[in-house]
């Protein structure tokens, strides 16, 4: 895979349109090695493109390729499983499953248990492990969320608002977090967010929609 | 007559416990289609799945005998196949008590799923688990107790199951008669009452417990399954 800015692989090459309800949302980037931020305005589609992205929500028409795999090609009629795509999605809402506990929802995606230990301890959950997720507090919840996504040993990952209704002190903690997930699994990252000062520090390029 | 008291009690759980037990995936199956599914028809079906619970007893009863006469369409398949008739048989209560249980159990159940949080299942997927490893560790664990729930709550219907059951397999001692079949006959009786007393007690307490215990399972999830 050639081209991109310094010869450098591209990450996300995007181009898709969907219906949804009367409005059409869709978009057309390219993003390069790193992190890329999705900025818009709420209602834009941003989320919607992301589970596109996912493969939680099928375009009608285009193209996604991350990587250079094609995940979905509505001209070829591919369009991988969302279960097949190795996306760590981390959602809007932390979405933990309630029935079991941090421990079982950080290693539900994991092929083994290998990495819990190394990825509870950066994100600060160890002493999360045996709680269940309806006592832990949305920080926490977060950071559970983000471990079960990496923990999955995902090739990519979408982040959809990390930082969303996190007081000013936890949001600088969470984007510290982001920051170093993104420098030390050297994933490309797609994070959406409607906030200006979070997309210029998060993004190595922004997307604006 | 404690021997006779017995027979009703024994004869009266394993009805309801086989009824409920065959009900129970065909319920679920229903539920999981009228939940999720999006079909031409969807209506319909969920109509007449609910049927028996609107239709007089009597006439599902007497359907039922149609069906299942050994030259109804039912009846003769099963005497082709397995050479056997439901008709005047425990089985055959089983089935009347099990008709009426559906639309309840359906209902309950039909509750629970849709009380599942679909976005749980979607990050599951994200996870890399497919559709039926989705479904066996997310979607399911959290409607058991909706489907637990369920399971008594049609369980105590078929306790209490007595128009359609009379009408199709009649009131026989020691085969069909059930409690309420029981309490029928002995009210009929001339110096029946003290039967009925019993009869009617044992009745009582075990709806009551079948009942309470779906209340509390339906309770543990949350969800408003009340039928107190």
Known sequence: MGGGRGGASMSFEVDVTARRGDAVVGATFQ??????????????????????????????????????????????????????????????????????????????????????EEIATRLDIAHLLDRWPRTLSGGEARRVAIGRALLRDP??????????????????????????????????????????????????????? | MTDELETIVRLSLLIGGVATAGTLPVAFALAWLLARGR??????????????????????????????????????????????????????????????????????????????????????????????????TITLPLALPGVLAAAMLGFARSLGEFGATITFVSNVPGETQTLPLAIYAALQRPGGEATVWKLAGISIAISLIALIASELLGRRQGRRLHVL
């Not at chain 1, 996306?87 to 309630?98: H, N």
């Not at chain 2, 109509?47 to 005998?65: F, Q």
């Open chain 2, 39 to 136: 079909f031409p028809g969807k209506l319909l079906l969920d109509g007449l799945v609910h049927l028996p619970l609107v239709v007089p007893p009597v006439v599902t009863g007497w359907l039922l005998l149609i069906a299942f006469a050994p030259a109804g369409p039912l009846g003769m398949l099963l005497e082709r196949w397995f050479g056997v008739s439901i008709l005047f048989r425990w089985t055959g209560a089983a089935v009347a008590a099990a008709m009426m249980a559906l639309p309840l159990m359906v209902r309950a159940i039909r509750l629970s799923i849709e009380g599942v949080d679909q976005r749980l299942e979607q990050a599951a997927r994200t996870l890399g688990a497919g559709p039926w490893r989705t479904f066996a």
């Open chain 1, 31 to 116: 993003a390069g090695e790193g992190s890329t931020v999705l900025f818009g305005p709420s209602g834009a589609g941003k989320t919607s493109l992301l589970m596109m992205i996912a493969g939680l929500l099928r375009p009608d028409t285009g193209r996604v390729r991350v990587s250079g795999q094609v995940l979905f090609d509505a001209a070829r009629r591919i369009n991988v499983r969302p279960e097949d795509r190795r996306a760590g999605v981390v959602f809007q809402e932390p979405r933990l499953f309630p029935h079991l506990s941090v421990r079982r929802n950080l290693l539900y995606g994991a092929a083994s248990a290998e990495g819990l």
């Open chain 1, 155 to 209: 090739d990519f990952l979408l982040l959809d608002e990390p930082l969303a209704s996190l007081d000013r002190a936890r949001r600088e903690e969470a984007m510290l977090m982001i920051e170093r997930v993104r420098d030390e699994t050297r994933l490309p990252m797609l994070i959406v967010t409607h906030d200006p000062e979070e997309a210029e520090r998060l993004g190595r390029q922004i997307i604006r929609m």
